[in-house]
């Protein structure tokens, strides 16, 4: 039973990585730094204001339209810009102008509580998880080119004993392309 198993797991891991870890984990990266000038161009061409939302919890990220209601809605129409899953293992860090992204709230931040320090209704939800909007994008790439400054960490933890941390890093300044550093 237990090698079966174990059998199961190898099998798993095997389809995640071809086998050699770091040049799969390379060619994720080498994707998003595509994809990503590529949703540059698109909402250039198309006058759209896009955004790339990362989820640290979930290891995915996705690109994001501003609609004519000024919600967030995912490109999900377009294969390259739908959400993606980063391989086991993998952990992203965002750093936005020199300080790391937190998406903690704060109970002070008039969010939840009023001046008094008493629950406003406003900040009151009550119902299903599932009708809540999602969290903004992270990192916009507006309509004119622009982009957010970011630095995007993308490291590996070594999930067998013969295997070692390392990490890339992706780097905007502005505008696209991106730059890409790593294996480091």
């Not at 994001?64 to 294969?79: A, F, T």
């Amino acid at each position: 039973m237990l090698a079966l198993i174990g059998l199961i797991m190898a099998t798993v891991r095997y389809t995640v990585f071809s086998g050699d870890i770091e040049q799969d984990i390379e060619k994720e990266v080498r994707r998003l730094q595509v994809v990503f000038n590529m949703a540059s161009d698109y909402a250039v061409i198309n006058q759209y204001e896009l955004g790339l939302r990362l989820d640290d919890e979930e290891q995915t990220y996705e690109f994001v339209k501003l609609d004519d209601d000024q919600k967030w809605m995912p490109l999900d129409n377009i294969k390259h810009f739908a959400i993606r899953e980063l391989p086991l293992g993998v952990e992203l860090e965002l750093t936005l102008e020199g300080l790391p992204w937190q998406q903690d709230e704060s109970l002070f931040d008039n969010r939840i509580f009023d001046e008094e320090l008493s629950v406003r209704d406003a900040g009151v939800d009550i119902g299903n998880e599932e009708d809540k909007e999602p969290p903004p994008p992270q990192v916009f790439i507006l309509s004119s080119g622009e982009i957010t400054p970011f630095e995007l960490k993308i490291e590996y933890t070594a999930q067998e004993n013969d295997e070692e941390n390392f990490h890339f890093v992706l780097q905007g300044i502005d505008t696209v392309p991106l730059n890409r550093k790593g294996p480091i």
